[in-house]
């Protein structure tokens, strides 16, 4: 009998390498339906391309679980493992509860006050939004150029009030929270900043980019609440891959098309200028601190002025189309396909 790494593997076939970023949707989709361990009746959302969470049903009360990475350098690693999960849970309309990290710090480059701060900013970044540390793991370890954080949160919600990525309805509309490349920006001011300023980028423009991951600020728990308790049918925390990315994670797990109006996507002014002058498409850029969101049109209009009276800025980018429908950004030289990239741009600053 065949191990398992060889079931479904043709060995006279090339095997080649990956590449930076996500999965092809197609291997992953792959991997999700075959290997998932045992089954539990309890399990609501498993793995699924498109979800970020799984879900847990324990009668009237949803657990609500996400793991993600931070694996960039950057001195507000632990901060940013907090928010980065914080995000995924509270767009299932779930309040942020637990939270737990494996903390992998490299050897011959880490002192104790390294990792002092990391533990100091995971403390803080959970403080602000309530939620307890609860456990993880951390270690100095070999093949690390710099400190690696897994973050896993924990959430809970009501089974009646849980909102899934595949939520969405045909004819819903496409909301879209602050503006793009949010986090992206903030990475770019502060991993290239010499580079940035020997290209002529004021030191204002910098200070005020590095500065995004406060303001407008990478956290969309305030938004996802307000969307949430207006009735959101689904809400998306696009990060790898950027704004096209998340918005077609959100049609292929809804099973449906999408027309987005790329003139209608709100773009910082910073952002703009960072993107344009390290050669990146602010459109496939990590943007941690947008929301997607969509909703019928009414409610998509009590959503917009509920963002609007909480100082949000909300804006209507699109609308889901019927199944089989096609993906779509039109802009004004036309329409053409969404891209759907599983490679974020802000990788091409830390290749060799």
């Known amino acids: ?7 479904g593997h043709d060995k006279n076939k090339v095997d080649p390498f990956l590449g930076l970023g996500k999965l092809p949707p197609e291997m992953l ?29 324990d009668g009237d009360r949803c657990l609500v679980f996400k793991t993600d990475p931070v694996t960039f350098a950057t ?6 493992a907090v928010h ?16 737990q990290a494996c903390i992998l710090l490299p050897h011959s480059r880490t002192r104790r006050s390294d990792a002092d701060a990391i533990f100091a900013q995971i403390h803080q970044a959970c403080l602000g939004l309530g ?13 690390l150029d710099h400190a690696v954080v897994v973050g896993s949160m924990i959430g809970e919600v009501s089974a009646t009030d849980l909102i899934t990525t595949s939520g969405a309805g045909c004819g819903d509309r496409l909301l ?9 920006t903030a990475i770019m001011a502060r991993e290239r900043h010499a580079a940035l300023r020997n290209k002529g980028i004021s030191a204002d423009v910098l200070e005020r980019a590095a500065a995004f991951l406060d303001k407008p600020g990478i956290s969309v ?6 969307a949430a308790d207006l009735g959101a049918t689904s809400m998306h925390d696009p990060t790898e891959g950027g704004l096209l990315a998340g918005i077609m994670e959100m049609a292929l797990a809804a099973g449906l098309g999408v027309r987005v109006d790329a003139q209608s996507i709100p773009q910082l002014e910073e952002s703009r200028i960072l993107c344009q002058t390290l050669g990146l498409n602010p459109l496939a850029t990590i943007t941690s601190g947008s929301l997607l969101a969509a909703a019928p049109p009414r409610t998509a209009l009590r959503i917009i002025a509920a963002m609007a009276d909480a100082g949000i800025p909300c ?32 990788t091409r600053l830390f290749q060799p």
């Open 1 to 7: 009998m065949n191990s398992p790494t060889e079931q």
């Open 29 to 57: 989709a792959e991997f999700l339906a075959q290997r998932t361990g045992a089954h539990d009746p309890r399990l609501r959302i498993g793995p699924k391309l498109g979800e970020d969470v799984g879900v847990v049903q």
């Open 75 to 80: 001195d507000r690693i632990g901060w940013y």
């Open 84 to 99: 980065v999960n914080a995000n995924d849970v509270a767009t299932s309309g779930a309040k942020p509860c637990w939270f």
């Open 131 to 143: 939620v307890s540390v609860v456990g993880g793991h951390t270690e100095v370890t070999h093949g």
């Open 176 to 184: 879209l929270t602050k503006g793009i490349v949010i986090e992206g």
């Open 221 to 226: 728990v305030p938004d996802a609440r307000i």
């Open 315 to 346: 804006t209507d980018i699109g609308e889901f189309l019927e199944a089989g429908g096609p993906h779509e950004l039109v802009e004004a030289s036309g329409c053409r396909s969404l891209e759907y990239s599983t490679r974020d741009e802000i």
